[in-house]
């Protein structure tokens, strides 16, 4: 044990001298900042200015007698307006002023910092999405210069146990992941967080928490593409070679599901966003019933955390049980 614990502080120098490692690093800071900032500039509340503009625009049309003969139209047949028919005269009045009638709103576009959107469909998503794919570029740039340098058949003279120099670079990597990814996404929300705070906005509590929990999971998967990049990277012993195909998955592999029938649960990608989103929801195909001459009929399927897991778990513990049976067993030049 104290063996590997002395490999895993070398293998950490290591990581964090390497230049190309530290500029990813560097990105995953810098990235989800500026996309924070972008976050608070979008939904920054009015100026003054923006204000008394978007209030003079709508007293200009309120001026328009079009309005007033549109609201009188609706006061003498409501139900043509898509109100009730029988709305007795005071009530179609104001009923068909709400529907007719210009409000403030309609000038003054200003959407509010909702920290549920952020974190189920907006940014907070995209955080996380493009830290898992810088940490994966970390795991396999920092073991593909070893392989190109020719430093691992070095690297094992001084220790010949291949297993514990394969575990030895794994846990610095995913290790690595783990912890930037979680302060990056912890330090995204809490700083949000304070934002909606400042606005009189929800914030705080169980939104918080979930927010928090969201940042827990998605660290989670980038250590696990960390891990990933590291494994194909000691297995194909190429960073380009693994890049390749990471991607060439990504891109064609939820299409050759759908050609063989096993998209949907099967998918890659809906997995990974059921483990980050604490479920994911999807429309499937399925058979119309009888009588539907559309040909096109769905239905919502869901894909639970567990599985989410299982999936993403197993497939990441099986290509590490190949890197390290290859790297074991195969001649180091």
């Not at 009530?91 to 974190?119: F, G, H, K, M």
Request: net charge negative; proline share 4%.
């Amino acid at each position: 044990m104290k063996g590997l614990l002395r490999l895993v502080r070398v293998e950490l120098r290591r990581l964090l001298h390497r230049r190309a490692v530290v500029l990813l690093l560097a990105a995953c800071v810098a990235i989800p900042l500026v996309i924070g900032i972008a976050e608070a500039i979008d939904t920054r509340p009015a100026s003054d200015d923006e204000v008394a503009a978007a209030r003079a625009e709508l007293e200009r049309e309120l001026e328009n007698g079009r309005y007033e003969r549109d609201v009188r139209d609706c006061v003498e047949a409501p139900g043509s307006w898509g109100l009730p028919a029988n709305l007795p005269a005071e009530e179609a009045e104001s009923a068909c002023r709400d529907v007719i009638e210009p409000t403030l709103d309609w000038y003054l576009w200003s959407p509010q910092l909702d920290l549920a959107s952020v974190r189920d469909e907006g940014s907070g998503l995209a955080v996380a999405m493009v830290l898992t794919m810088l940490l994966m570029l970390v795991g396999t740039t920092f073991t593909g210069h070893d392989w190109a340098s020719g430093s691992v058949s070095n690297q094992v003279l001084f220790e010949p146990r291949r297993g514990r120099v394969w575990a030895g670079k794994a846990i610095v990597v995913t290790g690595t992941a783990f912890v930037v990814s979680l302060v990056v996404l912890g330090g995204f929300w809490l700083a949000l967080d304070t934002l909606a705070s400042s606005r009189g906005l929800p914030h705080g509590g169980g939104l918080l928490r979930d927010c928090l929990a969201m940042a827990l999971r998605a660290s989670f998967i980038a250590a696990l593409a960390a891990l990933l990049g590291y494994a194909l990277t000691m297995l194909f012993r190429s960073t380009v070679a693994t890049l390749g195909i990471v991607f060439g998955v990504a891109l064609v592999g939820g299409m050759l599901l759908a050609v063989l029938g096993f998209d949907g649960n099967l998918n890659p990608a809906h997995n990974v966003l059921a483990v980050i989103l604490h479920g994911f929801h999807y429309s499937a195909e399925v058979p119309c019933p009888p009588g539907d001459m559309s040909g096109w009929c769905y239905e919502d399927r869901q894909i639970g955390l567990g599985q989410g897991l299982a999936y993403v778990g197993t497939v990441v513990a099986a290509l590490c049980a190949v890197s390290l049976t290859v790297f074991r067993r195969r001649d180091i030049p």
